[in-house]
């Protein structure tokens, strides 16, 4: 059975295009995966259960404020967290860490290497 991986990521429309490598890296994988371009109703859905990892675009519009970033936290308790973002911030990599989460990743990303990395957090390391 495939690995359920929610992505939470900012698309318009179709245009998934800085998306692509890691869709690619989660197919790699034979990763599951559901999209949402809204933060609240990807978290909700992550916390329902069944979410194997969750991956994050922090640079997703609806992605806000302290609110979302302590939800980020309760979830990173149960289940693994990856975030993306363009900004390389030491603030946010120590924040990460503080909070759980298994990866920091900036943009763009490396196809091969998330991939790699991916399937290392699947296997539960």
Do not use: H
């Not at 969750?54 to 967290?81: E, N, Q």
């Amino acid at each position: 059975m495939a690995q359920r991986v929610v992505l939470i990521a900012d698309a318009q429309g179709d245009d998934w295009g800085l998306m692509t490598p890691l869709l690619g890296a989660l197919s790699d994988v034979g990763a599951m995966t559901e999209l949402f371009t809204d933060c609240t109703a990807g978290l909700l859905s992550a916390v329902r259960g069944g979410t194997d990892l969750l991956v994050i675009d922090m640079d997703t519009p609806s992605f806000g404020g302290l609110d979302s970033l302590v939800k980020i936290g309760r979830i990173a308790s149960r289940v693994p967290v990856l975030l993306l973002s363009t900004e390389d911030s030491n603030a946010r990599r120590m924040w990460a860490v503080e909070v759980g989460v298994v990866g920091y990743v900036t943009k763009p990303v490396d196809g091969q290497a998330l991939a790699r990395f991916v399937a290392k957090v699947l296997r539960g390391y």
